[in-house]
């Protein structure tokens, strides 16, 4: 029981980004910093007193100091901007494992497997764009996608066993993707950078190129993220269908129609004009032109047209209603697995959805 707690202690205080000084601060020097490293050496379990202090500071139920860790991170990359401190990596990796041992102590309780089967296996290594197309093709038919617009990333992911989380972290980092006990794959990201819709899209099929793809490993940092972008792009906006919407050549492109289409296909007006330049039906003359126009009128961020939809999973909720429904759960332990209170669970239970 001390080892439980004494983990879950270290993973409450890293989420909350506190050094152990800092958090005897917070309890206003309730206990030192020397007793709260006997917590976290598992040396001493506080007691409920002290507990309920450390719940007030950290943010967390007193359940979630007992409930058993059974999450491993295998390999993480990072897609970051800039360097990021060291205290937000482990944040953003605590809060990626408490979200995953609760949503697969669900899957467990409820008997639903997380059987993921990787649609590229055997597909071979990627160096160039036409064998990225390949491979965006080979997931797009495996995954019975056809040449339609995708409905909705991140449910089409959680439909295929990869888990995706949203979390809010410094703008430094944009996504990161890992397995989980060594099978289970997963993708995060930072909903404080990636805001528009469109956006996530593009960054939640940027990650399953890391997730997927098999990149030749002596290729550098920059080519290996010009092919993830390559695969978003494909993924999003399959060849055929964009050679169908705009034709086999054009010298000319207006951003209404470009507009119209993004609101169709869920890709933004830059990554579609990239994506047509790719498959050859504008030049990349008219592409560079393109862009600088896009430059002039600063319609980088913010374009012209927005591209609306609800870009989320909503199956761990639903799982967690079926629990319940089907009496696997008390309401306590669904309010635990929401971190929330029975009284905050009970109020947001019809919002939930």
């Not at 007793?35 to 007691?47: F, R």
């Not at 899957?107 to 491979?135: C, H, K, M, R, Y």
């Not at 003359?285 to 591209?307: G, H, L, M, T």
């Amino acid at each position: 029981m001390s080892s439980i707690f004494a983990e879950r202690f270290r993973s409450a205080r890293l989420l909350r980004g506190l050094s152990l000084q800092e958090l005897a601060d917070e309890l206003l020097n309730k206990v030192s910093r020397q007793a709260l490293h006997k917590y976290e050496k598992g040396d001493v379990i506080p007691n409920s007193e002290m507990i309920g202090y450390l719940c007030d500071v950290l943010k967390v139920r007193p359940d979630f100091f007992f409930r058993e860790m059974k999450i491993e991170l295998g390999e993480i990359a990072f897609r970051k901007l800039d360097k990021l401190p060291a205290k937000e990596e482990n944040r953003i990796i605590e809060e990626t494992k408490d979200y995953l041992s609760r949503y697969l102590e669900l899957e467990e309780i409820i008997g639903i497997g997380s059987d993921f089967i990787n649609p590229l296996a055997g597909f071979g290594e990627v160096s160039t764009l036409e064998q990225v197309e390949e491979a965006a093709n080979e997931v797009r038919k495996k995954w019975k996608l056809g040449t339609d617009p995708i409905a909705n990333t991140v449910e089409l992911l959680e439909d295929n066993h990869i888990k995706v989380i949203e979390i809010e972290a410094e703008v430094g980092f944009d996504g990161m993707q890992t397995l989980v006990n060594g099978k289970i794959p997963v993708i995060a990201i930072n909903i404080s950078r990636v805001k528009k819709d469109d956006r996530k899209r593009f960054t939640v099929m940027h990650e399953l190129g890391h997730l997927l793809l098999t990149i030749a490993r002596d290729l550098p940092d920059n080519e290996k993220e010009k092919l993830c972008h390559y695969f978003a792009g494909a993924m999003l906006f399959h060849a055929d269908a964009i050679k169908k919407e705009l034709g086999q050549s054009r010298n000319k492109l207006l951003i209404q129609e470009l507009g119209v289409l993004k609101e169709e296909y869920g890709i933004s007006i830059q990554a579609m004009v990239m994506r047509a330049m790719h498959v050859g039906i504008i030049s990349k003359s008219y592409c560079k032109n393109f862009f600088a126009y896009i430059r002039e009128q600063n319609w980088q961020v913010e374009e012209p047209y927005d591209f609306t939809s609800n870009e989320k999973s909503k199956r761990f909720k639903q799982l967690l209603f079926r629990a319940l429904a089907e009496d696997l759960i008390s309401l306590s332990k669904a309010a635990g697995f929401n971190n929330k209170t029975v009284a905050e669970f009970k109020a947001d239970a019809y919002s939930l959805v």
